[in-house]
Each structure stands twice: as structure tokens, then as C-alpha cells.
């Protein structure tokens, strides 16, 4: 099956489409499948800080490589 094709076909079928049934039941399926799939429906808000917060500190540069870590640990517990 060419995956992209088939989407072109579908998204040409949907285009087409007058119906607001059909629309309704394509957006609550998209919504049901989403909440299925996106590991954001899955975490408590307090998660979703501490996830917001990590990506604030990577765009902003305040990380460590992984042998920053490791050198920083063996100097602390004389490893």
C-alpha cells in the first residue's frame, strides 16, 4: 500500500464532503483517536509543567551531556 497516496485519496473524498454528519463523526474520530495515541492525555497537569519546564530548559541551553553528569557523580561520591 503507498501510505501517501492513500492519504491524497482520502483527504481528496473529504474535500468533497458536504455532509455535517459525515464531518461530526470524522472530528470525534480524529478526537477519540488522538486521546489514544497522544501520551499528553495521559499525564496529570503537574506532569505537563514539569514537561513544559524541560523543554524551556533545553531551547534555552541549561542541560549537561551525559559525561558532564557522569564526571559530576564521580567527583561527588569518589567514584
Not at 478526537?31 to 495515541?37: G, I, N, R, Y
Not at 514539569?50 to 549537561?64: C, M, R, S, T, Y
Amino acid at each position: 500500500m503507498n501510505i501517501q497516496l492513500e492519504k491524497y485519496k482520502l483527504v481528496e473524498w473529504l474535500i468533497q464532503q458536504n455532509s455535517e454528519e459525515v464531518i461530526e463523526k470524522l472530528k470525534n474520530f480524529k478526537e477519540s483517536f488522538s486521546k489514544d495515541t497522544d501520551w499528553n492525555y495521559d499525564i496529570s497537569e503537574t506532569e505537563k509543567l514539569f514537561v513544559e519546564a524541560g523543554l524551556k530548559d533545553i531551547k534555552e541551553g541549561n542541560v549537561f551531556t551525559n559525561e558532564e553528569v557522569i564526571l559530576e557523580i564521580n567527583e561527588k561520591y569518589g567514584l
